[in-house]
């Protein structure tokens, strides 16, 4: 089972995860994951303003660490997303992120993204009829760099 949630039903993964801990088998947790997504505003990333927002989600969570990141930036013109990234790889590999992720980063940044080494497992992205700007370069980009591309 996958549950995708992001800020306020982070408290009511907490609540679900609890009760699943109550009343089931241990061996039934593993099987559950919860996947939360943050957007921060595009303010200076530090690594304890980062750390701070992580153990928020970790709290309302009630998890050790986090099963996946999704991370969300507005602005391209401010380039925090790089050390916000870099500060997140810090705590996967501290263990309270277990895997580190993107949601509607164009083609450029995950490139930019890639090229400093900051290992995503995946980048969201918006893709209809009537928006197929995936299909161009992301496609073809995520097809050789081992990221998955989910639409």
Same mark, same amino acid.
């Given at each position: 089972m996958?549950?995708?949630?992001?800020?306020?039903?982070?408290d009511?993964?907490?609540?679900f995860i609890?009760?699943?801990?109550r009343?089931?088998p241990p061996?039934?947790?593993?099987?559950v994951?919860?996947?939360?997504?943050?957007?921060?505003?595009?303010?200076? !990333?530090?690594?304890?303003y980062?750390?701070?927002?992580?153990?928020i989600?970790?709290?309302? !969570?009630?998890?050790?660490?986090?099963?996946?990141?999704?991370?969300?930036?507005?602005?391209?013109?401010?380039?925090?997303?790089?050390?916000?990234?870099?500060?997140?790889?810090?705590?996967?590999?501290?263990?309270?992120?277990?895997?580190?992720?993107?949601?509607?980063?164009d083609?450029?940044?995950?490139?930019?993204?890639?090229?400093n080494?900051?290992?995503?497992?995946s980048?969201?992205?918006?893709?209809s009829?009537?928006d197929?700007?995936?299909?161009?370069? !992301?496609?073809?980009l995520?097809?050789l760099t081992?990221?998955?591309l989910?639409?």
């Amino acid at each position: 089972m996958v549950v995708v949630f992001d800020s306020p039903a982070e408290d009511l993964y907490g609540i679900f995860i609890n009760r699943v801990r109550r009343e089931r088998p241990p061996e039934y947790l593993e099987k559950v994951k919860g996947l939360t997504k943050w957007v921060p505003p595009p303010v200076k !990333m530090t690594s304890s303003y980062v750390r701070q927002n992580i153990d928020i989600s970790q709290k309302r !969570m009630d998890v050790a660490s986090l099963d996946m990141l999704q991370f969300h930036w507005w602005d391209y013109a401010k380039d925090g997303y790089l050390d916000a990234l870099k500060h997140l790889t810090d705590l996967k590999e501290e263990g309270k992120i277990k895997t580190v992720a993107l949601t509607n980063f164009d083609t450029k940044r995950l490139e930019i993204i890639l090229e400093n080494g900051i290992p995503v497992v995946s980048n969201h992205v918006q893709y209809s009829i009537v928006d197929m700007r995936p299909q161009q370069r !992301m496609a073809q980009l995520c097809e050789l760099t081992g990221v998955k591309l989910i639409t």
